[in-house]
């Protein structure tokens, strides 16, 4: 059974440039949030997706967007890259009122 | 509005002594608390999890934590631990109504086991 999975696993991008990460939740799962977490934090929620739909949002600038498609996996995009975006960011999946499963996680690097 | 506050950034402790990573979290609501571990290059695993009832709660490999309400802290255990158990470790909560919502994670607390 495989556990939430998250491509690509490294990225380097200049600043301004524009990056997407994608997300294969758990199998059953079909709720995704995502986390980003600095270097020495720990991470901070950016938005939770539900039948396709975003339910909750954190403390986010637009710049950071986000899509799930019917098969419940879901892409995190970030537009105009500041250098202060580099961090892992971590997808979660979950059941309704059920704990998170997180992946590995996108080691993102702004240069 | 929520905030976990983790006391200690770093734990050093030596192969099989007891450890205690604290934990005190401010919430206007009622919460369910959680903590995670989290391994060099890894991703979160969930490492235990208060939801009601007990205010004792295990997880696994050995953990175990501790609710206490008045005192708004949920300090996490282990009788005895292994070099494995070196990893970082977070405490994070979410409000009542939506427990797979939205977490508030703390600093993290970075153990440390030596030989």
């Known amino acids: 059974d495989a556990g939430v999975t998250q491509s690509p696993t490294h990225l380097i991008k200049t600043r301004g440039q524009q990056v997407t990460l994608r997300c294969s939740p758990k199998?059953?799962?079909?709720?995704v949030s995502w986390y980003q977490q600095a270097l020495g934090q720990g991470p901070q929620f950016i938005f939770q997706y539900y039948e396709e739909e975003e339910r909750q949002r954190g403390n986010f600038p637009d710049r950071f967007s986000g899509h799930q498609f019917p098969n419940y996996s879901s892409e995190l995009n970030v537009n105009a890259l500041l250098l202060g975006d580099s961090a892992l960011y971590l997808c979660?999946?979950?059941?309704?009122?059920?704990?998170?499963?997180f992946g590995n996680g996108t080691r993102l690097t702004v240069t | 509005a929520q905030s976990v506050t983790q006391l200690d950034s770093q734990v050093p402790v030596f192969e099989e002594a007891p450890v205690e990573l604290r934990c005190n979290y401010s919430s206007s609501v009622s919460v369910y608390l959680f903590w995670y571990v989290q391994y060099p290059n890894q991703g979160l695993q969930l490492l235990l999890k208060?939801?009601?009832?007990?205010?004792l709660v295990k997880g696994i490999n050995g953990f175990e934590a501790e609710f206490n309400k008045s005192q708004t802290s949920f300090h996490l255990r282990k009788p005895s631990v292994h070099i494995s158990d070196t990893a970082e470790y977070f405490c994070?909560?979410?409000?009542?109504?939506?427990?797979?919502?939205?977490?508030?994670f703390g600093q993290g607390t970075e153990l440390s086991v030596k030989p």
């Open positions: 199998s059953g799962h079909d709720t």
């Open positions: 994070a909560v979410s409000d009542r109504a939506n427990q797979g919502g939205k977490l508030i």
């Open positions: 979660a999946s979950s059941l309704p009122n059920s704990p998170l499963h």
């Open positions: 208060y939801l009601s009832g007990s205010t």
